[in-house]
């Protein structure tokens, strides 16, 4: 059997801190090849504070709408050795590519980024 990798773009059920929920994949494959991801897990709860909330849909591979909560991306191993679990559970599908640009802009904006012929 190959490697297990996410793929940037996908959404998983992933289990983190025994919590089972859909996350989204931000990081490059070039990552996501080593041992783990970098993800941006959903959340059922809507909270009224938050602004520019990215709403998860059917068209992006989950079965009820949910929140992704872009300040708490986080790495993900593929298998932790202490507990013989694997996080990354089942892929739900890809996040459409309007999704995409709505989170990288931001995370462009929660980094401060700025374009890269900005900073030459």
Known sequence: MGRFIARRGEIWLINVMGKTRPALVI???GINA???AVVIPASSLF???QEDLIVLT???GVSEYCYLVVEKLSFVRYFRKEKDQKPFIKRLGAATPETMRKVEFQLTALFQLKPAEEVL
């Open 27 to 29: 990081s490059h494959d």
């Open 34 to 36: 080593t041992d783990g």
């Open 47 to 49: 909270h009224s504070e």
């Open 58 to 60: 059917e068209a992006d």
